[in-house]
């Protein structure tokens, strides 16, 4: 399951403000309920940090290119 969160664009008086995109890959065993607490955590985090989540994706489960920690889902 992989998840992508970024922060507020700069527009206007927020020239200072930076984007990021982030992606994170958890493991493929992880239950649907248990997926949506590490989203929810990681925005959490975020918002914590004064940085705004203008967009969160969940993509479902993709094949990887090689294997992470013996996983190719």
């Keep these: 399951m992989t998840t ?3 922060t507020e664009a700069p527009t ?3 020239q200072d403000s930076s ?3 982030t992606m994170y890959i958890l ?8 997926v949506t ?7 959490d985090c975020i918002l914590g940090a004064e940085g705004q989540v ?4 969940m993509r479902g489960k993709r094949r990887l290119a090689y294997p992470i920690g013996k996983h190719t889902e």
């Design 37 to 43: 607490s590490h989203v929810n955590k990681y925005r």
């Design 4 to 6: 992508t969160s970024t």
């Design 19 to 21: 984007y990021y995109e």
């Design 54 to 57: 203008i967009d969160t994706q």
């Design 27 to 34: 493991r493929p065993d992880i239950a649907e309920d248990a």
């Design 12 to 14: 206007g008086a927020q």
